[in-house]
């Protein structure tokens, strides 16, 4: 008898760690045949979860586009029907990206197509401390428009791709795109239009806010900088790759900050890195990481324990796939990874993370799938994902 009555306590010793590990998922709504894509999902101050993305008949094309919210408030089991949170009339609104800062405001920031093409982008943005009536969408205390002049634009440029213009073939694509990339940077106007977040805004232990961006115009990103709450703007100087872009951000214990990036260039297809020790104002050169990336986005986020957990496409072609990895020693190492995708047939893609504040992980993406489209949220935790895999 006692050997069986310990065996039981020891079973139920070992159940709360079983049971901690979990994931839940679910479409936000039912799947439909208008495009639905390029979500971001917060956790809310007062509790309870906030999730936009744009939604239309098509992308920049599309003058029918505008953004999306639905929120899943605290207590509730179902997302609130999808209502229309921001709307340029006749031009498209994509692009979303929402944020909570330190003072508890929630932030709205989306790119508006002037022209129906990427590069014609202007950013537009709206803040909020008044958000907590479910049955309305936010009130927005401010609105603007980003404006800025990227610092060394052309001469970052010429340094980052000069010396391949120099060693490429004469009359290559490369020697064009390189030709192309850098005499654009000369360009004023160029420079200043066409750049669209991706990722979430970082806010440092300073209070400054750092917004990832980035121009398919150039293939390359920039940070947009406030020190003021939004008040006013600069931008970084460029994140120059061969096609680096839609950085997110993860900042180390010592305060550097590391942005991986979309592979917007040639194969091989791999997310790109670049590191900034001076809070975001000058970058490194991007060079290719050891992920493969199909060309779709992904998001890095630093946990409160300090760990770096990684959502994206882990294939160098197609969207079927998505993973989330852990790294416990700021990217030197990428030890746990587990799937909340894998199936042929469907894309799922452009995720978002977040921690909640019970340390859990929230994630949102784009779901398609032959019979439509919608946005999936996810919400699991750390040790479900160093589970890894299971059959």
């Known amino acids: 008898m006692l050997p069986l009555i310990l065996s039981l306590i020891l079973l139920a010793g070992s159940a709360p760690a079983a049971e901690k590990a979990f994931l839940e998922s679910e479409l936000i709504f039912p799947l439909e045949k208008k495009h639905n894509h390029s979500s971001m999902v917060v956790e809310l101050p007062g509790g309870g979860l906030f999730t936009v993305w744009y939604r239309g008949s098509g992308e920049r094309t599309a003058d ?59 950013m537009k943005y709206s803040i909020s401390s008044s958000f907590r009536n479910p049955a309305a969408p936010p009130r927005w205390e401010h609105s603007g428009i980003i404006t800025f002049i990227p610092p060394n634009f052309a001469a970052r440029t010429q340094d980052a791709l000069g010396p391949a213009l120099a060693k490429a073939a004469p009359g290559s694509r490369e020697e064009r795109y390189l030709k192309n990339a850098i005499e654009k940077s000369k360009d004023k106007y160029f420079s200043r239009m066409g750049w669209m977040t991706r990722a979430h805004p970082v806010e440092l232990p300073s209070g400054r806010i750092i917004v990832p961006l980035y121009s398919d115009g150039y293939s390359f990103s920039i940070m947009g900088i406030t020190d003021d709450g ?61 992920f493969p990336n199909p060309g779709s986005g992904s ?93």
């Open 230 to 290: 939004g008040m006013t703007w600069k931008a970084s100087e460029p994140l120059v790759g061969f096609g680096a872009i839609q950085p997110a951000i993860a900042r180390g214990k010592d305060g550097t900050l590391t942005a991986y990036m979309r592979d917007n260039g040639p194969a091989p297809k791999r997310l790109h890195v670049s590191v900034s020790k001076d809070n975001g104002d000058t970058w490194s050169v991007p060079v290719d990481s050891d």
């Open 64 to 122: 029918d586009v505008d953004i999306r919210f639905s929120r899943l408030d605290k207590g509730k089991k179902e997302w609130s029907a999808p209502r229309v949170l921001a709307d340029t009339p006749n031009f498209p609104d994509c692009n979303p990206t929402v944020f909570v800062d330190s003072k508890k405001r929630l932030w709205l920031l989306w790119p508006v197509i002037m022209a129906n093409e990427w590069h014609t982008a202007i």
């Open 299 to 391: 998001e890095v986020i630093t946990l409160r324990d300090g760990s770096w957990a990684l959502i994206y496409n882990d294939t160098e072609k197609g969207r079927h796939s998505l993973a989330v990895s852990i790294s416990d020693d700021e990217g030197k190492s990428w030890k746990w990874k587990r799937h909340l995708e894998n199936k042929e047939g469907g894309s799922y893609h452009y995720p978002s993370l977040w921690e909640a504040r019970d340390g859990s992980l929230h994630a949102s993406y784009s779901y398609f799938v032959p019979e439509g489209k919608s946005i999936k949220h996810a919400h699991f935790d750390v040790d479900w994902v160093k589970q890894g895999n299971r059959p």
